[in-house]
């Protein structure tokens, strides 16, 4: 076995560049760097190459070649058969493109641009949607005999009534934990009494419709998202409308008007539970009796907040039911498309209540609070 040379040899007015010995990896001089070097210097007066001489050579002494060649097949090579199966899987490896640190680098702005595109576009689906539904009520309104109500009460059922339970469950511990970390702090300061300002106002204003919005939009957001777009992947959609039913009067419609009356519903409902939770923890941290919590809750919290809540509910419950429609008709007939949509949709349904919360936060700011 011997180790790597290079020789050179003029003839007939042209440069020969002849390799011999093992172009391995255990036989290459090093560093390797230096011999690369010399191999691009060869190969830019572009002789005649000759591996003949070359008993062995590996997958690196090939790579080492191919790339002192500039990534192309010489002009002139003399090669073994074998040495020219070894230079040719050489040559199928990708090479790196040296744009791509600057590709990187705009990776992060391509990608918000893109994230903003598709948000317009989902936007102008959307109000496109919206619009549908518009003409839908006002066909239904001069057509009442076509009015869906089986679908209308299967989805107020669904989404509505079998709700019930957790949304409970869930308000009542979180008035326990906000009550109870709220007495840690009240009875330093001695102000046990204002638990109920602080339980009132923060649940039935803010946390309760939050709450419910975020546990409708991942239950019933994603079955309905799930729904459409299986009937997209099963092609019953596409059978509706060879039948002449319109996809949005049987399917989105039901869905949007059901959700709307729905979450105010279970806002009341999670509020209450959490104001019994909150009332029940303290009584037992603080000693406080459920008749004062009680008579006190009118007087510290407002009705107008009563009617805030009730008010997100419905906007939260129609944010909700259109973004869910909107991407179960995105659904493209795959599988993978459908479980990426269902993500998107509740994903996306969470972002927009809390964003839509922000927006009632400012402009309800002056209205409920205590005289």
């Known amino acids: 076995m011997a180790e790597s040379t290079i020789d050179t040899d003029e003839r007939a007015g042209r440069l020969h560049v002849i390799l011999s010995g093992d172009w391995t990896l255990a036989h290459l001089p090093t560093p ?60 199928s490896i990708p090479s790196v493109d040296a744009s791509r640190p600057q590709a990187s680098r705009l990776a992060a702005v391509l990608a918000l641009g893109q994230l903003a595109l598709s948000g317009f576009k989902n936007m102008r689906e959307i109000i496109t949607l919206i619009g549908q539904l518009l003409l839908d009520v006002a066909y239904l309104c001069s057509h009442p005999h076509d009015i869906p109500w089986r679908e209308f009460s299967a989805n107020l059922y669904k989404s509505g009534a079998q709700a019930l339970p957790v ?24 102000a046990d009494i204002y638990i109920v300002n602080l ?133 493209k007939p795959n599988t993978e498309s459908l479980s990426s949509k269902t993500t998107a949709a509740v994903v996306t349904a969470i972002t927009v209540v809390i964003v839509v919360d922000a927006v009632f936060a400012i402009l309800t700011r002056n209205l409920g609070l205590p005289a």
Not at 76 to 84: F, M, V, Y
Request: with cysteine; charged share 10%.
């Open 199 to 331: 339980l009132g106002i923060s649940i039935i204003r803010e946390l309760g419709p939050v709450i419910v919005a975020v546990l409708v939009a991942g239950r019933s957001g994603s079955a309905m998202t799930a729904q459409i777009g299986v009937m997209r992947v099963t092609e019953e959609i596409d059978a509706l409308a060879t039948m002449g039913v319109s996809r949005s009067v049987r399917l989105v419609l039901p869905k949007v008007v059901a959700l709307s009356i729905a979450m105010p519903l279970l806002v009341v409902w999670c509020s209450a539970a959490g104001i019994i939770g909150g009332m029940v923890s303290a009584n037992l941290q603080m000693g406080l009796s459920y008749g004062f919590f009680i008579e006190a809750l009118p007087k510290a919290v407002p009705v107008g907040n009563v009617w805030i809540g009730i008010g997100k509910g419905f906007f939260f419950g129609l944010l909700i039911a259109l973004i869910a429609c909107h991407f179960g008709l995105k659904v």
């Open 167 to 190: 949304t409970a469950l869930v308000g009542f511990l979180i008035g326990v934990v906000l009550s109870y970390l709220s007495s840690l702090q009240l009875k330093t300061f001695g």
């Open 32 to 91: 390797i760097s230096g011999l690369e070097a010399r191999l691009q210097a060869l190969a830019a007066s572009h002789p005649v190459w000759d591996l003949q001489a070359i008993p062995r050579i590996d997958s690196v002494g090939a790579i080492l070649l191919w790339r002192a060649w500039g990534r192309r097949w010489p002009d002139s090579l003399n090669a073994l058969p074998q040495q020219r199966s070894v230079l040719e899987r050489a040559a």
